[in-house]
């Protein structure tokens, strides 16, 4: 993850010029949100999340009311290949969709400029937080939930991703709009990276506590329990840096645990 | 509620979940300890949806969805797994044959899964093809129904997919020659130390191995004053 802010074109702009005198109301940025739920309905590997996008910033074509050549040229801009974290495009949403209401560019910027020049890191920024960090700790927070029994575990998973995730989608596409690409300065400085840390530490810190939980309800760290469980993990640490995949390993505990409970039975 | 419609709508909740995991939301729904027990509602057995769910989370808990990457289709895995559960425990097998046969189907369904996202996103290569020909003549109309196909197409192959898989895997297991084994299915024996192996290889610094340790230590303690 970067933290310079030298990959920001129109760092000094708001994005957003006087042009058509048209802007994105609270509605418009309402639409922007729910398409950019959308942004992977079509992913695939040439264009990635080209159709996507594309989608997403079609409000503004219709607000344009562009047609002809004019609607030809928009439509191939925004169909050109596009791929980044899904939370974090709707910072690159809101900039283009602002800049393109006024002109065919975004803070002096061409639209492709912005595009890939925000892409990379914000996808890197993204990725690291919301897939690495966020979903893991949701994950092992709605286990605990289940190990110590109730039935609100995946609810506990549910809120405790989505309250940060849709809080940020919903910032991206308003500081995007209002600031345009200079807005992605916020997720690519110290203070995201520190909140990556914390997300992490506190993931690792729920791991140990479910591990603790699991054991608690499953033999009261029976001596036998803690060595196949350490055996396990070791092989399953091992697997995992040679890059075995983690269903495989998964399979391999299953089918041991089901020749104990035959054994057991 | 009979066998074939319980499935049914398993599969159809399959496909639902499967679109949250890859085309549109991404809310985690799709997420197998959410999507375990929603099947657990509709089997009518929620324990059982969270006891399964909670497991394949635990399998997959560092399994990064980016990108190009080749993942697991958990959504899938989550259905197929309480639903085959159960499908099983309606049909009378013990309580613990019922999880490990439900786990052990879901596990490999999530890699059948996978391989089915591959071949949705090769189908979107013409859904974009057919955005880019209307995109050429200025007409978005393209866009929008490539969208639609998108999302429609990964919803039914989601369906179709959980659909034969719990269909074939009951009864194959309805039909095996030898009873049922009795007893409990130790999940946590080794989803758990996968989980932890998980995070601790994708642990970058030696804190967040320290924070794990922490973890450990302080459910031991708190659990030992309960």
Same mark, same amino acid.
């Given at each position: 993850?970067?933290?310079? *802010?030298?990959?920001?074109?129109?760092?000094?702009?708001?994005?957003? @010029?006087?042009?058509?005198?048209?802007?994105?109301?609270?509605?418009?940025?309402?639409?922007?949100?729910?398409?950019?739920?959308?942004l992977?309905?079509?992913?695939?590997?040439?264009?990635?999340q080209h159709?996507g996008f594309c989608f997403a910033v079609?409000?503004?074509?219709?607000?344009?009311?562009?047609?002809?050549?004019?609607?030809?040229?928009?439509?191939?801009?925004h169909?050109?290949?596009f791929?980044?974290?899904?939370?974090?495009a709707?910072?690159?949403i809101?900039?283009?969709?602002?800049?393109? %209401?006024?002109?065919?560019?975004?803070?002096?910027?061409?639209?492709?400029?912005? $595009? $890939?020049?925000?892409?990379?890191? &914000?996808?890197?920024?993204?990725?690291?937080?919301?897939?690495?960090?966020?979903?893991?700790?949701?994950?092992?927070?709605?286990?605990?939930? /289940?190990?110590?029994?109730?039935?609100?575990?995946?609810?506990?998973?549910?809120?405790?991703?989505?309250?940060?995730?849709?809080?940020?989608?919903?910032?991206?596409?308003?500081?995007?709009?209002?600031?345009?690409?200079?807005?992605?300065?916020? !997720?690519? @400085?110290?203070?995201?990276?520190?909140? !990556?840390?914390?997300?992490? *530490?506190?993931?690792?810190?729920?791991?140990?506590?479910?591990?603790?939980?699991?054991?608690?309800?499953?033999?009261?760290?029976?001596?036998?329990?803690?060595?196949?469980?350490?055996?396990?993990?070791?092989?399953?640490?091992?697997?995992?840096?040679?890059?075995?995949?983690?269903?495989?390993?998964?399979?391999?505990?299953?089918?041991?645990?089901?020749? %104990?409970?035959?054994?057991?039975? | 509620?009979?066998?074939?419609?319980?499935?049914?709508?398993?599969? &159809?909740?399959?496909?639902?979940?499967?679109?949250?995991?890859?085309?549109?939301?991404?809310?985690?729904?799709?997420?197998?300890? !959410?999507?375990?027990?929603?099947?657990?509602?509709?089997?009518?057995?929620?324990?059982?949806?969270?006891?399964?769910?909670?497991?394949?989370?635990?399998?997959?808990?560092?399994?990064?969805?980016?990108?190009?990457?080749?993942?697991?289709?958990?959504?899938?895995?989550?259905?197929?797994?309480?639903?085959?559960?159960?499908?099983?425990?309606?049909? @009378?097998?013990?309580?613990?044959?019922?999880?490990?046969?439900?786990?052990?189907?879901?596990? !490999?369904?999530?890699?059948?899964?996978?391989?089915?996202?591959?071949?949705?996103?090769?189908?979107?290569?013409?859904?974009?093809?057919?955005? /880019?020909?209307?995109?050429?003549?200025?007409?978005?109309?393209?866009?929008?129904?490539?969208?639609?196909?998108?999302? /429609?197409?990964?919803?039914?192959?989601?369906?179709?997919?959980?659909?034969?898989?719990?269909?074939?895997?009951?009864?194959?297991?309805?039909?095996?020659?030898?009873?049922?084994? *009795?007893?409990?299915?130790?999940?946590?024996?080794?989803?758990?130390? &996968?989980?932890?192996?998980?995070?601790?290889? *994708?642990?970058?610094? $030696?804190?967040?191995?320290?924070?794990?340790?922490?973890?450990?230590?302080?459910?031991?303690?708190? %659990?030992?004053?309960?």
């Open positions: 993850m970067r933290d310079d *802010a030298s990959v920001i074109p129109g760092s000094e702009s708001r994005g957003v @010029g006087t042009g058509t005198g048209l802007t994105l109301g609270a509605g418009g940025k309402l639409g922007l949100f729910w398409r950019s739920l959308l992977q309905s079509v992913w695939n590997p040439r264009g990635m159709v079609l409000p503004v074509l219709r607000r344009r009311r562009l047609d002809g050549d004019a609607a030809k040229a928009f439509l191939e801009r169909l050109e290949f791929n980044t974290n899904p939370t974090m709707t910072y690159i809101g900039a283009v969709a602002a800049g393109e %209401l006024e002109a065919d560019e975004v803070g002096g910027e061409t639209v492709a400029d912005v $595009k $890939k020049s925000l892409s990379g890191p &914000l996808g890197m920024a993204g990725d690291a937080l919301l897939w690495g960090s966020l979903r893991p700790l949701a994950g092992l927070a709605g286990v605990m939930v /289940a190990l110590l029994g109730h039935a609100w575990a995946a609810v506990a998973l549910l809120v405790l991703y989505n309250v940060p995730h849709l809080s940020l989608r919903a910032r991206g596409i308003a500081a995007g709009v209002a600031l345009g690409p200079a807005a992605a300065r916020e !997720v690519l @400085g110290p203070r995201f990276k520190k909140a !990556v840390r914390v997300c992490r *530490a506190a993931g690792a810190f729920t791991a140990g506590i479910v591990l603790a939980v699991a054991f608690r309800g499953s033999g009261d760290f029976e001596p036998w329990r803690l060595v196949a469980s350490g055996g396990f993990f070791a092989l399953a640490y091992a697997a995992a840096r040679l890059g075995i995949p983690a269903t495989v390993v998964g399979l391999a505990g299953a089918v041991g645990g089901l020749v %104990l409970m035959v054994h057991g039975s | 509620m009979s066998d074939g419609t319980l499935v049914l709508l398993l599969a &159809l909740l399959a496909g639902a979940l499967s679109v949250d995991g890859t085309a549109a939301l991404q809310l985690m729904f799709s997420q197998p300890l !959410v999507a375990g027990s929603l099947a657990g509602l509709v089997v009518g057995d929620p324990i059982l949806g969270l006891t399964v769910g909670a497991t394949l989370q635990l399998v997959w808990i560092a399994v990064l969805p980016v990108g190009a990457a080749a993942f697991p289709d958990a959504a899938l895995a989550g259905v197929v797994g309480v639903g085959l559960a159960g499908l099983l425990s309606r049909a @009378g097998a013990p309580a613990g044959w019922s999880v490990a046969a439900g786990i052990i189907v879901a596990l !490999v369904s999530g890699a059948i899964g996978q391989r089915a996202i591959a071949v949705v996103r090769r189908l979107n290569v013409r859904y974009a093809a057919y955005a /880019a020909q209307r995109a050429g003549l200025g007409d978005p109309g393209g866009v929008r129904v490539a969208v639609a196909l998108g999302i /429609a197409t990964r919803f039914v192959v989601g369906a179709i997919l959980a659909g034969a898989i719990l269909g074939v895997s009951f009864v194959a297991l309805q039909a095996l020659p030898f009873a049922p084994p *009795a007893g409990t299915f130790p999940t946590a024996l080794w989803a758990v130390p &996968l989980a932890a192996a998980g995070i601790a290889a *994708a642990a970058r610094t $030696k804190t967040e191995w320290l924070f794990m340790g922490a973890g450990l230590v302080f459910g031991v303690i708190v %659990l030992a004053g309960r």
